[in-house]
C-alpha cells in the first residue's frame, strides 16, 4: 500500500488548506480501509488529527482541532482529504496519512506551516 500526501504549505493564521492523500497497491478496495490523518510537531509525539471509518459514516477529531478541521474520502478516487480552516500556529506540523485494515499503512508526511 502506497500513500502520498499533498497540499501542505505555508500559510497564515487563520488561513485554509487542503490536504489530499492518495492511495494506491492495495489489497482491499479503498473503502474498506479506515482512513486517518496525524500529525507531529517539531518535538512532539505524533497525534491523530481525524478519522473516518471505512464506510465514511463516522468520523471523529481531536479536540484541538473540531469545528476546524474536516476529514472526507472520495472512494472513487481513492482519496481522502483533511479540509482546515482557521489555522493557527499550533497547527503547524508534519501531517501524516494513515490506512488501516488489520495493520496500518503510513505515508511520508507533508509539511503545514502556519506563520504570520
Known amino acids: 500500500v502506497q500513500l502520498v500526501e499533498s497540499g501542505g504549505g505555508l500559510v497564515q493564521p487563520g488561513g485554509s488548506l487542503t490536504l489530499s492523500c492518495a492511495a494506491s497497491g492495495l489489497t482491499f478496495t479503498f473503502s474498506s480501509y479506515a482512513m486517518s490523518w496525524y500529525r507531529q510537531a517539531p518535538g512532539k509525539e505524533r497525534e491523530l488529527v481525524a478519522r473516518?471509518?471505512?464506510?465514511?459514516?463516522?468520523?471523529s477529531y481531536a479536540e484541538s482541532v473540531k469545528g476546524r478541521f474536516t476529514i472526507s474520502r472520495d472512494n472513487a478516487k481513492n482519496t481522502v482529504y483533511l479540509q482546515m480552516n482557521s489555522l493557527k500556529i499550533e497547527d503547524t506540523a508534519v501531517y501524516y496519512c494513515?490506512?488501516?485494515?488489520?495493520?496500518?499503512?503510513w505515508g511520508k508526511g507533508t509539511l503545514v506551516t502556519v506563520s504570520s
Open positions: 473516518i471509518t471505512s464506510g465514511g459514516g463516522v468520523t
Open positions: 494513515n490506512a488501516q485494515i488489520a495493520m496500518n499503512y
